[in-house]
Nanobody, 123 residues
Framework: QVQLVESGGGLVQTGGSLRLSCAAS????????MAWFRRAPGKDRDLVGA????????YYADSVKGRFTMSRDNAKNTVYLEMNSLKPEDTAVYYC????????????????WGQGTQVTVSS
């Protein structure tokens, strides 16, 4: 089992940057496929990006490709989401999620979730 805690959200202007972190408990972090999802007001939870166990392979939603970068540090039990060139439409609560067997881009397949961190991009 793993517990996830996100941090790094906040208010930023259009074109700005933020880095989200997701710290995981447990000693088997490298055994989890990780993802970031986001939920904007009135919308479903959508995949932002995903990263495999070693961090060698990543996947991004088209809406963030080229602007967002996921990485992980298995020694620190942490996954990151570097967000650049932020737009008002990136405003959402961002969640990190973990699953044992990946890859998957379906939120229903992720067993472990953080509490979320709010990102607000002002125009």
């Amino acid at each position: 089992q793993v517990q996830l805690v996100e941090s790094g959200g906040g208010l930023v202007q259009t074109g700005g940057s933020l880095r989200l972190s997701c710290a995981a408990s447990g000693r088997t972090f490298s055994g989890y496929y990780m993802a970031w999802f986001r939920r904007a007001p009135g919308k479903d939870r959508d995949l932002v990006g995903a990263i495999d166990y070693s961090g060698a392979n990543t996947y991004y939603a088209d809406s963030v490709k080229g602007r967002f970068t996921m990485s992980r540090d298995n020694a620190k039990n942490t996954v990151y989401l570097e967000m650049n060139s932020l737009k008002p439409e990136d405003t959402a609560v961002y969640y990190c999620a973990a699953k044992r067997v990946g890859p998957s881009y379906n939120p229903a397949s992720y067993a472990y979730w953080g509490q979320g961190t709010q990102v607000t991009v002002s125009s």
